[in-house]
């Protein structure tokens, strides 16, 4: 069954376009079970008097591009080699990868070529390993809505968390996906996939977003026919490599934005698996539904999982 979540349009500008922001530095707190962690303030070039370095940085926010920072949480050093993604929401009110960039030294990222007038939501994650061999991962940090001319100057990302002894490595979501054609024969069919995690607005809606997965991933697969298919049936597998931990996330606000954290104490971590199917070397859908969703799968925690495997029938063959 799909999660749930309400609908949301593609986000668009609702006021005047702010030409360049600037998201100031987060300090943390604690809430209960959760964190929050709010930036020191957002200075708006167009409304900043004088030459600070604050409104020089700002000021060289592009109007077609979003660029920052990202950090890591605890020592506040730069992270080279994240991953951070624009997302947006499609008719469904799912949050897709639009662009993709990593990264270069001193963590800093930009997409440029935006259209004015636009939101994104900013997807960041990582998980390294040093020369000494040891790996440390981080969970995604979504930001919501941030409008096309904002330069965030600090993205954070924690260490991943949600079980009593992380190990820094990342969960590897693996399972296998088959195709068949209306006439019950073996059908080849590329399929996209993607791991989803839930993340709330300030508002309390729930948003499906799409974790951006590791080196070593396979998000798009071709079946094939194979004595390992079941009968009837084309294959292939798959794996995702992704955070074993809850998203950080926060709306962004020219006042600051709120990182919530979710509790370090162990907590269940859980993905849904989305699968859509395209006829081969095209993006033309195949397959009836062409879309196929996995209930929860838990790397971490005490709940029942699902092994995500993803079954398209009425594929053209």
């Excluded at 600070?52 to 979003?66: Q, Y």
């Excluded at 991962?137 to 991943?160: C, D, I, K, Q």
Aim: hydrophobic share 35%; charged share 10%.
């Amino acid at each position: 069954m799909s999660p749930t979540h309400r609908t949301r349009k593609p986000w668009k500008m609702e006021a005047t376009l702010i030409t360049a922001l600037l998201t100031g530095f987060p300090t943390f707190s604690s809430l209960n079970t959760r964190a929050v962690v709010p930036t020191a303030g957002t200075v708006a070039a167009t409304d900043t008097v004088g030459g600070t370095k604050k409104a020089r940085e700002a000021s060289a926010a592009a109007s077609d591009s979003i660029s920052g920072t990202v950090m890591d949480h605890s020592s506040n050093q730069p992270i080279t080699g994240a991953t951070v993604v624009l997302e947006q929401p499609d008719g469904a009110g799912i949050d897709r990868i639009v662009a993709t960039t990593t990264t270069v030294s001193g963590g800093v990222f930009i997409f440029t070529g935006l259209q004015a007038g636009n939101y994104y939501d900013v997807v960041a994650d990582a998980s390294l390993t040093s020369s000494s061999g040891a790996t440390q991962t981080y969970a995604a940090t979504v930001t919501f809505r941030v409008p096309v001319g904002t330069m965030l100057r600090r993205v954070p990302l924690v260490s991943e968390f949600g079980d009593a002894s992380p190990n820094g490595q990342p969960v590897l979501i693996s399972a296998t996906v088959t195709t068949s054609g209306s006439t019950g024969g073996p059908a080849q069919a590329d399929i996209n996939l993607s791991a989803l995690q839930s993340a709330a607005l300030e508002d309390g809606t729930t948003v499906q977003v799409t974790v951006p997965p590791f080196s070593g991933s396979t998000p798009r697969v071709t079946t094939s026919p194979s004595p390992e298919c079941a009968s009837g049936t084309s294959c292939a597998k798959y794996v995702l490599s992704v955070p074993s931990s809850d998203p950080v996330y926060g709306t962004f606000h020219l006042s600051g934005t709120n990182y919530v954290i979710p509790t370090p104490e162990p907590a269940e971590v859980i993905y849904h698996i989305e699968g859509k199917a395209f006829l081969p070397g095209t993006n033309t859908p195949d397959c009836n539904p062409s879309t196929q969703t996995s209930g929860q799968v838990v790397p971490r925690g005490t709940l029942p999982s699902m092994i995500p495997n993803l079954d398209f029938t009425g594929c053209q063959e």
